[in-house]
């Protein structure tokens, strides 16, 4: 047998939540609290109860009890020297023990009311005094004075039995007060003892259901989330293994499968992303072995081909210098396109090379100013932008962290497309201008050339890519090409304006920092260095 079907009843424990522990211990607090309010309110209002019966009843009881006994021997006394002498003066005690008689009676009346046995008794010593006052008292008093009282010596001896009655009544009533005062005393000793031991127990219980709630609490409550938090812990500090044990109410369990339901997740995504890493990391190599393909293709097109197509082109431009005239038109144009192929390969493979050169051997960053990269620029232009006749202004540039070989390129670029592409007949106009644009800086070149219809604003971007023929116009298709990835280098972005219609208008953004460069090439240097002459 299990844990669980030897203990079936936890099982309905299992499900309680933390706020049903909390409002069941609350509750049993609340009852247990007020069951021993409860027996203590009754404890005190007994003590209180008892008390005042001790000292309001029973010892007054006593005190005025003691006072009658008084009263009615100061009666006796005054009619026994009176019906012996028949002086007149002994019968004053006699008249104030009949004051104090009544005073007594009266006062004993009220405070026995609720004593029957104690009413019983005062009506016997009422009973008592009456018949001795009846028979001796008042028969002595009404006799005359000056002289003894006949009947106090004829009934000497039926007085002194009568008053023996009062005093045995007397007596009585006194020893049941004495009797009824000790038992009241002994109660009220005996609820003292009762009162002190509840509010011991009083105590206690709340002492214990104190220590109770805390280590409840402590147990249920702490010390399952101490656990659930240490292990969080150790899965955030990257032991994703580590199981999350969930422990204590059903909230809290509920909330520790859940963090582990979430640390399984991470660990399914984390395996994925392993994977997936795994599998970039294999992609980065084959592009790394592409990338050195490449450049090792871009080496043997500067070294290996140039060679033979420089042989090409000098032994057909001597066929045509030594033999231009000698043979047929038809030969001679033959001589004419072997020459011209020549050449635009020979172009074209230097095009291709400083488009494969861009961020890799043009890599050296520095505060370069804008304005001196393209006054350069126009400078190195000059005799092309003089015979169109062209016209270039610009706004203040920046200064920007950046290569300053590709800046040169890239304006180099944009400004003889705008020269090259002009209209016909119409004086090329050109400016450059540069804003702010968040974080980046924004450069437009606007001509007022034959502009760029909207179907081809992205494929002008593509390498070797011609809207034209090369009877048109001259060029490989690659220039605005090395201009998109010159541009990208530097964390920025190249497009034509669609808003712009007289013309074309190029917009690009530039970082003020490019981007972290990429790492050094694979091609030895030995074979850079073979490359850089052709350039």
């Known amino acids: 047998m299990t844990g669980d079907e030897r203990r079936p009843r936890m099982r309905g424990f299992s499900t309680w939540t933390t706020r049903r522990w909390l409002r069941v211990g609350v509750a049993a607090s609340l009852v247990v609290l007020a069951l021993l309010g409860t027996a203590g309110a009754w404890v005190l209002g007994r003590t209180e109860s008892i008390s005042n019966e001790l000292v309001d009843v ?71 005094v009456a018949k001795w006052q009846e028979k001796i008292a008042r028969p002595v008093a009404a006799t005359p004075a000056g002289a003894p009282s006949p009947v106090a010596i004829q009934r000497a001896t039926e007085g002194k039995a009568a008053f023996d009655d009062v005093r045995a009544a007397l007596s009585s009533q006194q020893e049941q007060l004495r009797a009824d005062r000790v038992r009241v005393r002994d109660d009220l000793r005996d609820t003292m003892t009762l009162r002190n031991g509840v509010f011991s127990a009083i105590a206690v219980l709340i002492a214990v259901l104190t220590a109770l709630i805390f280590e409840g609490l402590r147990r249920g409550i702490n010390t399952p989330l101490e656990r ?13 293994e580590h199981p999350i044990t969930p422990t204590g109410p059903a909230d809290l369990r509920h909330l520790g499968h859940e963090i582990d339901f ?55 431009q001597l066929l045509q210098r030594r033999y231009g005239g ?58 092309g932008i003089e015979e169109a006749g062209a016209e270039i202004t610009h706004d203040p540039l920046p200064t920007l962290f950046a290569d300053p070989t590709q800046m040169g390129m890239l304006w180099q670029n944009l400004i ?28 437009t070149v606007t001509d007022n050339g034959i502009g760029i219809a909207p179907e081809y604003a992205d494929k002008v971007f593509v390498i070797f890519q011609r809207l034209h023929t090369k009877d048109t116009y001259s060029g490989s298709g690659i220039g605005l090409a090395m201009c998109k990835k010159i541009v990208e280098f530097h964390g920025g972005t190249i497009g034509i304006d669609p808003e712009h219609h007289d013309g074309t208008r190029i917009a690009f953004t530039l970082a003020p920092r490019p981007p972290e ?17 052709v350039r």
């Open 416 to 443: 003889s497309n705008a020269v090259k592409f002009r209209r016909p007949g119409e004086t090329p106009k050109i400016h450059v201008t540069a804003a702010r644009d968040g974080e980046l800086w924004r450069f």
């Open 517 to 533: 460069s990429p790492g050094p090439s694979t091609v030895p240097e030995a074979a850079r260095a073979d490359a850089e002459p």
């Open 228 to 240: 659930l938090g240490a292990d969080a812990r150790a899965v955030a500090g990257g032991d994703f």
């Open 262 to 316: 979430m640390r399984q997740r991470l660990l399914r995504e984390l395996a994925l992303s392993e994977d997936t890493r795994l599998r970039l990391d294999a992609q980065a190599a084959d592009l790394q072995r592409s990338n050195a393909e490449l450049e090792q293709f871009a080496y043997v097109a500067s070294h290996d081909l140039q060679e033979p197509l420089r042989k090409v082109s000098s032994f057909t």
């Open 58 to 128: 029973r010892s007054p009881a006593l005190t005025v009890a003691i006072r009658l006994e008084t009263a009615v021997l100061n009666q006796e006394t005054g009619i026994r020297g009176y019906g012996l002498t028949g002086i007149p003066e002994f019968i004053t005690p006699y008249e104030q023990g009949l004051t104090e008689q009544e005073a007594s009676l009266a006062q004993l009346t009220k405070l026995l009311q609720d004593d029957p046995a104690g009413l019983d008794g005062l009506k016997t010593v009422q009973d008592a």
């Open 326 to 383: 000698q043979l047929d038109s038809r030969a001679d144009q033959y001589i004419d396109f072997a020459v011209d192929g020549a050449n635009r390969m020979q172009t074209l493979i230097n095009d291709l090379l400083d488009f494969s050169r861009v961020g890799r051997l043009h890599n050296s960053h520095q505060s370069v100013d804008l304005d001196k990269v393209l006054e350069r620029t126009l400078s190195e232009l000059s005799v």
